[in-house]
T-cell receptor
Framework: GAVVSQHPSRVICKSGTSVKIECRSL??????MFWYRQFPKQSLMLMAT?????????EQGVEKDKFLINHASLTLSTLTVTSAHPEDSSFYIC????????????FGNGTRLTVT | DAKTTQPTSMDCAEGRAANLPCNHS???????VYWYRQIHSQGPQYIIH???NNETNEMASLIITEDRKSSTLILPHATLRDTAVYYC?????????????????FGQGTILTVHP
């Protein structure tokens, strides 16, 4: 089945530094990927839609200058958390759609970010 | 996209069928019903999806009522490893237009606990 790989699975960084998270589609090409964030005991919240070769579309309330998204190829999207603060500590999850518009999304295993 | 309502939690005995209900009374004609589950600290796992016909795969069955206002996910023989949060999501189809981009909007889901 379709596999979405996320790296790293866990990262700890100091406040003020930047962290890059990679999302790869291993056995298919993904023109669109989605980035979610999940705080403890809460549901997933969509942050942005990443489109290959164009600018990402951010959900309301998500700062595009803080969460930089690059989707430079059909198999790789990256999320960079810039100038991270403790409140950015969360579980970040990417997903990609396989096939047509109505096809299901497949998710990576997430990245646990802890900002100290 | 139409909103969904699910029970907060359910219990099921190991080996028995788990029937998870979902109400989506405002669903429109071109919206699909998707089911995902999330085991603690992992990314969501796709289970099944459908439009109006009942669907079955190796993981589960999806029963959609004739008026499409509700559906039930059936895990025929629940195991301890099926303990997870189950999300029922309704998403617009190809002609939904707007800015949906095929994204999935997660609610709070149902916490299913399978016990010995």
């Amino acid at each position: 089945g379709a596999v979405v790989s996320q790296h790293p699975s866990r990262v700890i960084c100091k406040s003020g530094t930047s962290v890059k998270i990679e999302c790869r589609s291993l056995d298919f090409q993904a023109t669109t990927m989605f980035w979610y964030r999940q705080f403890p005991k809460q549901s997933l919240m969509l942050m942005a839609t990443s489109n290959e070769g164009s600018k990402a579309t951010y959900e309301q309330g998500v700062e595009k200058d803080k969460f930089l998204i690059n989707h430079a190829s059909l198999t790789l999207s990256t999320l960079t958390v810039t100038s991270a603060h403790p409140e950015d500590s969360s579980f970040y999850i990417c997903s990609a759609r396989v096939g047509t518009y109505n096809s299901p999304l497949h998710f990576g295993n997430g990245t646990r970010l802890t900002v100290t | 996209d139409a909103k969904t309502t699910q029970p907060t939690s359910m219990d099921c005995a190991e080996g028995r069928a788990a029937n998870l209900p979902c109400n989506h009374s405002t669903i429109s004609g071109n919206e699909y019903v998707y089911w995902y589950r999330q085991i603690h600290s992992q990314g969501p796992q796709y289970i099944i999806h459908g439009l109006k016909n009942n669907e079955t795969n190796e993981m589960a069955s999806l029963i959609i009522t004739e008026d499409r206002k509700s559906s039930t996910l059936i895990l025929p023989h629940a195991t301890l490893r099926d303990t997870a949060v189950y999300y029922c999501i309704v998403r617009g189809g190809l002609n939904a237009g707007g800015t949906s981009y095929g994204k999935l909007t997660f609610g709070q889901g149902t916490i299913l606990t399978v016990h010995p």
